[in-house]
């Protein structure tokens, strides 16, 4: 069954269609993560709630997906990247995306100085504080210094921990990706400017791409669910709030760090 669970929808009584639910893969679970950006706090917590609830859910397959945008914006990169790369059971599978944040952050560390200035405005001074770890000689160095020594300040293992992030991820009836898909594209077509940084286009449009996509990159008070897609960036870095999706057979839940769950 590709896309077809079977929901009855009843109006006056009566069945009037059959709905399409997407489904997981018999013998998984899947969770999926929103972004993060910096906020090791909620990535902590987070990720006990969502230990608790696997392991009360019975034992299944297990794969953890963070949605990408670990970095930038909230105060503890580092810590974050640190946390993910040491997540280890009892999740069977851990996959990271890259989101436009890593990819920018990654192309900072190259020393090239227009795209450490362009990753200083888009929210990366966060992140190169977590690793400079001296606000005083931060604040004092030069673009030029920090496009210099910023490389030799993050750890060989995050960088190579970044370099092994995906793109997307299809699992059953879910695609995974950072911002979105470019509507009216296969998904073996897909550009990866559009999976990590595309928006209105996407957000906007609601024709049915064949499977449901799951991403984050664009921010909603709450868990953005639309015919063909759901959105899980609830902007952690601002709210307090960082969202996971769950997901088992045709069922999805929610759990965040605001207390808020639905089933």
Same mark, same amino acid.
Request: hydrophobic letters at 40%; proline letters at 2%.
């Given at each position: 069954?590709?896309? &077809?669970? *079977?929901?009855?929808?009843?109006?006056?009584?009566?069945?009037?269609?059959?709905?399409a639910l997407p489904r997981v893969p018999a013998g998984e679970r899947v969770y999926? $993560?929103?972004?993060? #950006?910096?906020? %090791?706090?909620?990535?902590?917590q987070l990720l006990a709630k969502v230990e608790t609830d696997n392991a009360a859910r019975g034992k299944a397959f297990t794969t953890l997906i963070l949605l990408g945008d670990l970095v930038d914006r909230g105060p503890d990169s580092a810590?974050?990247?640190?946390?993910a790369l040491r997540i280890g059971a009892p999740f069977d599978r851990v996959a990271m995306l890259v989101g436009n944040h890593e990819e920018c *952050?990654?192309?900072? &560390?190259?020393?090239?100085?227009?795209?450490?200035?362009?990753? $200083?405005?888009?929210?990366g001074d966060a992140t190169i504080r977590s690793y400079w770890c001296d606000d005083a000689a931060y604040a004092a160095a030069t673009f030029e210094e920090v496009a210099e020594q910023l490389p030799g300040k993050v750890p060989q293992s995050h960088v190579d921990f970044l370099n092994r992030g995906e793109d997307m991820i299809q699992i059953g009836d879910y695609v995974f990706v950072?911002?979105?898909?470019?509507?009216?594209v296969p998904l073996d077509r897909q550009k990866l400017?559009?999976?990590?940084?595309?928006?209105?286009?996407?957000?906007?449009?609601?024709?049915? #791409?064949?499977?449901?996509?799951? #991403?984050?990159?664009?921010?909603?008070?709450?868990? %953005?669910?639309?015919?063909?897609?759901?959105?899980?960036?609830?902007?952690?870095?601002?709210?307090?709030r960082l969202t996971a999706l769950g997901l088992e057979g045709d069922r999805r839940w929610y759990l965040d760090t605001a207390d808020f769950e639905l089933n």
């Open positions: 069954m590709s896309f &077809l669970g *079977f929901l009855k929808r009843r109006q006056g009584g009566e069945r009037v269609a059959d709905v999926a $993560i929103g972004d993060i #950006h910096g906020r %090791d706090d909620l990535f902590e810590s974050v990247i640190e946390r *952050f990654l192309a900072a &560390l190259t020393g090239d100085l227009k795209r450490v200035r362009y990753f $200083i405005r888009i929210g950072h911002a979105g898909i470019r509507p009216g400017p559009d999976l990590r940084w595309i928006r209105e286009e996407f957000i906007h449009d609601d024709q049915d #791409h064949g499977v449901t996509i799951v #991403h984050g990159h664009t921010i909603s008070d709450d868990v %953005d669910e639309a015919r063909n897609r759901i959105g899980i960036d609830t902007g952690a870095y601002l709210t307090g």
